[in-house]
């Protein structure tokens, strides 16, 4: 045994001490160090005897997790499929909190809940996700530099959907951002908003179309089915045979026929390369052939059609007569000629012209006269009469009522017409290539702007009017990705700076950091740190 050289004490002396009674061991088996660690210890022992180690936990708490979101994914799957197999409706009118029929599939959750503790917790806690709340999303359209930039501006909660609601909204978020939208604002563009959606007329016209050519085998296929005796199956398909009467055909092809008269407008009005004046053209033509429908000769051929139709598909040409209602105890005594309900139907040729028929025209009338009223024809009429495709390219009638629209000067805009006509022609015979869209007559318009302010204000104008809502569609997709589930707290402002930095990444990149600091230096003014 070698000695410590600077103790002069060696492993045998070290051994003696540890293990004297008084002292080593022993001691340090008394101390509170030592009885906390053999604690740890024999829990760990036993722990480990009844697999529940720290790490077992963990690992069963994420199979619990993943058992019970499996479970809650199944019970969804089982209610969708009961819906879809069983033919029940599955949204409601009003799927809010506060609606009192909130749709057959979150009534039925709710049911399965109060038997469910997890279903239960999760349906508590969606309500209180606040990334499901209904946002407006600004993008402002405008001319600048010699091309046209859409640019997004600003999320809003929405608290009212209706016209008056978003319009005191959009005008909220304009004057917040210091824009003077009563001079220069000169076009709106809406989508997803209820209040003006309009319907697809090609779309349903297709389907229309597709019925009608179809009646008579989908009368036998209802036929089949009733003879089934397959329980709701058939009385659904009885009721269904019930409905395919006479008044159901006229109806149907009565729409059959207006929608395809619209469906070559709807279909112009959605071109990429929509031309404005042959879209007003268009209107006014199907203006005049509904018009034209709406007398009884036009009625007459269409009932000639109609009778064929029925007699195709062996449809009665009389309308079942429905039960005959007894006077109320309460009116004995008086004169009542016809109570509300108590009207019987009119199924003659004259009944059907004048209840349904002519109803139905004058309100396509009425809408195309709202929709494209003279002022807006006028509108589009001059928009393309600023495009140097177009065969009436700086008429002059068509700009002067485009330009009275948005107050310019007439005389000026006489005077600028013929001048840049003449400016124009002579940079063509100079080489120039001619010009082929608004936005090319804008930029090369641009430096001539002082001299040509009524001409180029209608460019810019013309340019500015949004056509499509694609941006702010965009900007929609942008805000799932910003308001997830984990970051469902923020504020509207935040989300929409946020939203702002990600849809404008590429100038969000080009900021200048130096000015960045300047500015957050003078606008907080903190002492913690001298920035300045």
């Known amino acids: 045994m070698q000695k410590n050289k600077k103790s002069g004490r060696g492993p045998t002396l070290f051994y003696t001490t540890a293990t004297y009674k008084e002292g080593g061991f022993r001691i340090h088996a008394r101390s509170e160090r030592h009885k906390q660690a053999m604690v740890a210890w024999k829990d760990y022992e036993t722990a480990v005897k009844n697999n529940r180690t720290l790490l077992n936990v963990l690992n069963k708490e994420h199979d619990k997790q993943i058992k019970d979101n499996r479970e809650y994914m199944k019970t969804i799957a089982e209610v969708l499929l009961l819906t879809a197999t069983q033919n029940i409706a599955q949204r409601g009118h009003d799927e809010s909190a ?21 279903l239960k917790k999760r349906l508590h806690s969606i309500p209180n996700a606040k990334y499901t709340s209904k946002q407006i999303s600004l993008v ?31 005008i909220h978020m304009l004057e917040s951002h210091g824009l003077e939208y009563r001079d220069n604002l000169v076009g709106q563009s809406y989508d997803g908003t209820r209040c003006y959606e309009c319907g697809k007329a090609s779309c349903r016209y297709i389907s ?41 055909i006229v109806h149907l092809l009565t729409l059959c026929k207006i929608f395809g008269e619209a469906r070559l407008l709807s279909d112009m009005l959605q071109s990429s390369s929509l031309d404005l004046s042959k879209a007003v053209d268009s209107v006014q033509a199907l203006t005049q052939t509904l018009l034209e429908y709406r007398n009884e000769s036009f009625f007459d051929g269409l009932w000639t059609e109609i009778i064929y139709i029925a007699g195709k598909c062996n449809i009665s040409e009389q309308l079942n007569e429905k039960r005959q209602t007894q006077l109320s105890l309460q009116f004995s005594g008086h004169c009542v000629l016809s109570t509300t309900g108590g009207r019987r139907a009119d199924a003659s040729k004259g009944g059907f012209c004048s209840s349904f028929f002519y109803p139905v025209i004058d309100q396509m009338l009425s809408e195309l006269s709202r929709r494209f009223s003279n002022q807006k024809c006028n509108i589009m009429n001059g928009i393309q009469a600023l495009n140097p495709k177009c065969d009436a390219f700086l008429k002059e009638d068509v700009l002067y009522s485009l330009g009275r629209m948005y107050s310019s000067n007439i005389e000026d805009l006489g005077h600028e017409i013929h001048q840049f006509r003449r400016i124009l022609d002579r940079k063509i015979k100079q080489g120039m290539q001619r010009l082929s869209s608004i936005v090319e007559l804008a930029s090369f318009m641009e430096p001539y702007s002082e001299v040509f302010f009524e001409l180029f204000k209608l460019c810019k104008i013309s340019v500015a009017i949004p056509i499509s809502t694609s941006s702010c569609e965009r900007s929609f997709s942008t805000l799932k990705l910003v308001k997830t589930h984990l970051r469902s707290t923020m504020a509207d402002e935040r989300v929409s700076n946020l939203g702002v930095l990600s849809i404008e990444s590429k100038r969000a990149n080009e900021l200048n950091l130096d000015e960045f600091v300047d500015l957050f230096a003078r606008d907080h003014k903190n002492w913690r740190i001298q920035l300045l």
């Open 208 to 248: 229309l179309r597709h019925t009608l050519d179809r009646l008579p085998a989908i009368k036998r296929v209802l036929q089949e089915v009733v003879k089934e005796h397959n329980g709701d199956r058939s009385v659904e398909a009885q009721g269904l045979l019930a409905e395919l009467d006479l008044k159901f």
């Open 140 to 170: 402002l359209r405008y001319y600048y530099s010699g091309a046209i930039h859409e640019s997004f501006l600003h999320f809003e909660s929405a608290d009212q959907v209706n016209a008056a609601g978003l319009t005191k909204k959009i």
């Open 98 to 118: 506060e609606s009192d029929n909130r749709g057959n599939f979150i009534a039925i959750l709710e049911t399965i809940a109060k038997h469910d503790k997890t």
